[in-house]
Structure formats: structure tokens, C-alpha cells
């Protein structure tokens, strides 16, 4: 089978010599044979030598590399992939019969499948393409998938719908690859809780945040705290269990917070020292004069794309300077941004900006990331798209 052939200007490869994922439209010199957004296309240097091949893509980026020198596109490269993505997950504990059965298989460019999120409920794995190209290759990958040694899924399911271009979308169903529909109960850090990747938010749990709830656990004992933008209650239960005095857990959906107390019973953590609330969380903040002694922020994304991050910098900013006045003096914050565009250092900033703002002293006690399920691409610094802080507040 003959692929499309896209051909680099001359000096233009050299970000494919480092293995960078990602051809922009600016780099490429011709295209041939016609490919539409999806298709497997070879990519070859000025002089016509090949360098990989990769998903086509009608956009900035014109490609996605799935693999990188002269042999053809084929599924050896997945088959790698998944396999060295397993073994990197085994490593670090996560699997059947461990202590966390809820994990990130394959987090996209991270595990050298850009455009791929793959994420483990115990018997369950949840495929979300972010690409058409990886969307369709699925029945591919979710043989492969299948035969994973040591992983035994009961079940794939499909939750590509929100993630891929609109029209595309409109398209498809979400739904079950392989398997039946079943309630999976999963474990982390040995704290089950329930997944709802049905209607839930992203595949559904935040599995990011693990080790940043750990960090919260080591902090809570006799502490009251206020956990916002609570979602299904990560960290409101890990601060039970940690010995808190009190969590509020706030969020605006009351179908989230439902699921909430659903994961407070099966953790069997102590409900008569949990409040949730269903409301906005500025408006909470703003109307609200009580003090915390840890205060919890961790938004969604204010902003997905560049043309829109001053407007992310300045919510992130007035949602810190708030949540700072909620902190009681020597207190602590734990601020998150999930916005890709915000990097590391411009985050820090804004911090720095809300207390300002605020009137209060802060003093950074950790810069905080994904976790290592999370990997971040070296050549690829947009894979590490999770930055945040504890504070102490004075």
C-alpha cells in the first residue's frame, strides 16, 4: 500500500533528527498523493530521504510522528510502544493485584503515541484519541491492547466524542470497543474509588493528581480544610483519611458531588466531617469570610490555546487572590493550572501576582507536576502540562 509523501524544506528536519514529534505546515516543502486529516503519510528530508511517518493533520500541525526512520508504516511501532508503556507503569507499581489499579497506560507523545490517552480503571481501559489519526487505528491498538501480558482487561471503552475535531465528532459514538459495560471499582495508593468514564469528566477520575493527594494526606491531620473545584473528591478524601478536622468540598456540579459521597462511603472515610457544596466556586469564595487552614484550588483549564492565555493568567490570578484570603495566617494553599499555555514559570508568576493583590506573604514549600504515569517528552515540553504549588500563606 502507497502512502502520501510529505517532503520537509531544506534544514527542517533537524527537529525530527532529535525525534520531536510534531511537523508544522511552515516546514513542509511538498505534499503528494492528497491526504486527508487521518491518513498515514511518510515524511521525507529536502533530499528525499525518508525520516518517518506519522498521522496528517489539517491544522499548524500538519503531522503527528508515530515513528521515526526508513521502515514502513506498519503496527510494529504501536505494538513497541504499548509494551515499553506497560513495563514503565509495572515499574513503578501499578497493575493488578498493587496497591493503585488506577493509572495512565499510555499518555500520549509522553509514550511516543501523540494523540493517544489510554488510562486503567482496573479491568477496565478507557481509549481517548485526540487525533482522527489514532482514532482510526483503535481496532489496532486495542488488539494489541487485549494481549498485553499481565494486564487482563475485562473491557475497552471508547471516549474519544469530546476530544476530537467538532465535525469529525458529530460523526462517531462513544462506546464500548471490546467487552460490556460494568460498575469498576479501582484502587489508589489502596483507597478504592469509583471511575465514571460514562458522562464523567475526562476518562473518568483525575489520575494526575496522586501523588499531590498524597502530599495533601501528609498535611491534614487536625486541619480544616476547603477543597475547590472538588469534582468526584480526590482530596477531600485523602484529607480525611488523613486525620482532618473538617473538609468543605465545593463544586458546581451537583451530579460530581453526588459522586463524591458515593467515594466517601466505599473509602469508608468519616462523612460527619465532610460538607459539600454545590456553587460556583468564585462566588463562594467572594461571599464566604471564613478561613481555612489548607485551601484546595485546582481549576480546569482556563485556557487551551495562546490567543487566550492573558485571559487564563488574569483568572488564575483573581481565583488565587481570593482563595489566599480564605487561608488562615500560616496556612497552607495548594494551587494547580492544567493549562498547557501557562508554563512553569508564567504559574509562578501569577502566584506571585494574587499575593500581591491579596496583601499576604507567601513562601513556596513544592513545585508539584503529574505523575510519573504522566511522562513528560524531554523534546516536547507541552507534555508536561500540570504545574503547582503549596504555599504558606502569612
Known amino acids: ?58 491544522g499548524s500541525i500538519q503531522v503527528k510522528m508515530i515513528a521515526f526512520g526508513n521502515e514502513p508504516p506498519s503496527e510494529i511501532p504501536f505494538e513497541m510502544a504499548l509494551q515499553s508503556a506497560w513495563a514503565l507503569r509495572q515499574r513503578l507499581g501499578f497493575g493488578p493485584g498493587q496497591s493503585t489499579t488506577g493509572f495512565r497506560l499510555v499518555h500520549g507523545e509522553g509514550d511516543h503515541l501523540p494523540g493517544l490517552i489510554i488510562d486503567i480503571y482496573e479491568d477496565t481501559a478507557v481509549y481517548q484519541a485526540h487525533t482522527i489519526g489514532m482514532y482510526r487505528e483503535r481496532e489496532i491498538l486495542v488488539d494489541l491492547l487485549n494481549r498485553l501480558d499481565g494486564l487482563s482487561l475485562a473491557r475497552v471503552y471508547d471516549k474519544s466524542r469530546s476530544t476530537l475535531p467538532k465535525e469529525f465528532a458529530a460523526t462517531i459514538r462513544e462506546g464500548y470497543l471490546s467487552g460490556e459495560a460494568a460498575g469498576t471499582r479501582f484502587l489508589e495508593n489502596d483507597i478504592p474509588f469509583l471511575a465514571q468514564w ?107 490555546s495562546m490567543n487566550k492565555r492573558h485571559q487564563a493568567v488574569q483568572g488564575y490570578k483573581r481565583l488565587n487572590a481570593l482563595g489566599m484570603q480564605r487561608v488562615k495566617p500560616g496556612g497552607l494553599l495548594f494551587t494547580f493550572s492544567c493549562s498547557q499555555v501557562v508554563d512553569q514559570q508564567l ?48
Open 198 to 304: 460514562e458522562g464523567g469528566q475526562k476518562t473518568g477520575f483525575f489520575l494526575d493528581q496522586r501523588e499531590n493527594r498524597q502530599l495533601l494526606r501528609r498535611y491534614a491531620r487536625g486541619q480544616h480544610i476547603l477543597n475547590t473545584f472538588s469534582y468526584s473528591g480526590g482530596f477531600s478524601i485523602y484529607g480525611l483519611l488523613g486525620g482532618a478536622e473538617s473538609v468543605t468540598s465545593v463544586d458546581v456540579s451537583a451530579k460530581a458531588l453526588a459522586l463524591l459521597e458515593e467515594n466517601l462511603a466505599i473509602a469508608q472515610a468519616p462523612a460527619d466531617r465532610h460538607t459539600s457544596v454545590t456553587a460556583d466556586v468564585l462566588n463562594y469564595l467572594r461571599d464566604h469570610d471564613t478561613q481555612w487552614d489548607i485551601v484546595i484550588l485546582d481549576p480546569p483549564a482556563f485556557a487551551k
Open 347 to 394: 504559574f509562578r508568576d501569577t502566584i506571585t501576582a494574587a499575593a500581591l493583590d491579596a496583601g499576604r506573604e507567601a513562601k513556596v514549600l513544592h513545585s508539584l507536576s503529574q505523575g510519573p504515569d504522566h511522562p513528560v517528552n524531554l523534546v516536547l515540553p507541552e507534555t508536561s502540562y500540570l504545574k503547582g504549588l503549596v504555599v504558606e500563606i502569612r
Open 1 to 58: 500500500m502507497s502512502h502520501p509523501e510529505i517532503v520537509l524544506k531544506k534544514g527542517r528536519d533537524q527537529p525530527l533528527h532529535r525525534r520531536h514529534p510534531w511537523v508544522f505546515s511552515g516546514a513542509i516543502q511538498q505534499i503528494s498523493g492528497q491526504p486527508v486529516h487521518g491518513d498515514r503519510v511518510i515524511v521525507l528530508d529536502y533530499q528525499q530521504n525518508p525520516l518517518g511517518w506519522g498521522h496528517y493533520h489539517d
